[in-house]
């Protein structure tokens, strides 16, 4: 095993933990939900579908970077053409790869949808509390209002409070998902960037006579031997 398959080993280690954390606090609120509060268990079943929407891509994102790897490990020797080795790469990097070879800083295909949906766990949960908050203070204006009797309305406004202490469970849930897909999302964008070490250093030895650079230098050493070779061409018709 290489150090560059063992560091993304390890990095894939953390993702899947961080992914198992998630939906493990998914669950835990949205256990504590069954039975007391439906809104509130609705927030959170969406909070979990929106944080396997982002994994999800994640792990897209992670396979193509290990079609990189593999591909980058696994360069035929001798190599006449680029075009031979090209098709081993991921048809979305291809292109991308190419113009790194050829010495140009082309743009990587990243995760499109988990940046927004980092901040959109949080804005959710903080809409479930909110949400919550309203609904509890409602009800604790219709209990205040609709009885004179002190312990009437302290028997009342248990069933408000309690909510209200529920409803902060999504805010726990979006802010907790969001913490753990933000960092699913360096580990990934981290893996990606050690593949592109890997690509470098391999464009900098084998792929080099690839790069635009080195062929450009093969050109002016053509050109310099033509012209080195003149003067003797001129000699030998005289």
Known sequence: ???????????????????FTGLGVVAWVASGFVGTSAFA??????????????????????QTTSALNAAIGSVPQPLD???DWLPRVPAPLQTAVRQRVEGERGAF????????????????GMLGTFLGMVVTFKGAVFALEGSADLTAIRAALVA???????????????VATSAMLGLMATLARRER??????????????????SAAHQRQQSFDALQRQADAMPVAAQHLQ
Do not use: H
């Open 1 to 19: 095993m290489t150090p560059n398959t063992s560091a993304s080993a390890s990095l894939r280690a953390l993702s899947w933990f961080a992914l």
């Open 41 to 62: 268990l609705g927030m959170t079943l969406l909070i979990g579908f929106v944080f396997r929407g982002g994994a999800w891509e994640l792990r897209r994102f992670g």
């Open 81 to 83: 053409q680029l075009a």
């Open 109 to 124: 295909p990243g995760p499109a949808l988990t940046p927004y949906l980092i901040g959109l766990l949080v804005m959710l």
């Open 160 to 174: 408000p409070i309690k909510g209200l202490g529920l409803s902060f469970g999504t805010s726990v849930a979006g």
């Open 193 to 210: 960037s050690q593949a592109l070490r890997a690509l470098d250093a391999l464009s900098s030895t084998t792929l080099r006579p690839f």
